[in-house]
């Protein structure tokens, strides 16, 4: 997934938890329908930062910088809260049991469950976006930069304007593995 397209989800899932963490600005209907279309952008953010999470966690005893490894525990925590904002939210629903012809009494417990991870979620939300501040700024900022629209269709680029971009190297130990990344601390490199 390219980098615009990356930056373009994550706005759009940060707008629209920011729009289902307060149900008086849509309804309680809206809040909960929201919260259920939250669900495949969620996974598609998932999935496309899997190997990064993959990669972290197999190295975060030995190898992982100190940035990885908070990156790590924000996530999962982050991930944790989200579950149980939308499970406790899929128990507590209105909408949802009236649809199918239910009726569903939950306990008290379940709404302070809710509330208390969608304030998590908002928290840890907002941290994740913290770490990973300065690839939002760089991607954006190349998205706007009319030389990163001109860097996007080098075929376009006259032969004379064509500059040649480094690539870093990475140290690899004896069998082969990256020693240590070379920039970053997460999938937003």
């Known amino acids: 997934?390219?980098?615009?397209?990356?930056l373009?989800?994550?706005a759009g899932l940060f707008a629209?938890?920011?729009?289902?963490?307060n149900p008086s600005w849509t309804g309680i209907s809206a809040h909960e329908w929201l919260g259920i279309a939250l669900i495949t952008p969620l996974l598609v953010h998932l999935i496309v930062n899997w190997d990064w999470t993959v990669r972290t966690v197999l190295r975060f005893v030995d190898r992982a910088r100190?940035?990885?490894r908070v990156n790590l525990i924000v996530d999962t925590l982050l991930f944790l809260a989200t579950v149980a904002v939308m499970l406790s939210g899929l128990v507590v629903s209105t909408t949802l049991p009236g649809l199918l012809g239910a009726t569903t009494s939950p306990s008290v417990i379940w709404y302070a469950l809710h509330s208390v991870s969608a304030d998590a979620t908002i928290l840890l939300m907002l941290v994740h976006l913290g770490l990973h501040w300065r690839w939002i700024a760089r991607t954006a900022g190349r998205l706007l930069s009319p030389e990163e629209a001109v860097r996007q269709r080098p075929a376009e680029i006259p032969a004379r304007s064509v500059s040649v971009r480094t690539v870093p190297v990475r140290s690899v130990s004896a069998n082969g593995v990256p020693a240590r990344p070379v920039s970053g601390t997460g999938p937003y490199e």
Request: charged share 15%; aromatic share 0%.
């Open 66 to 68: 100190n940035a990885s």
């Open 1 to 6: 997934m390219s980098a615009r397209a990356r």
């Open 8 to 10: 373009l989800l994550d």
């Open 16 to 21: 629209a938890l920011l729009a289902v963490n």
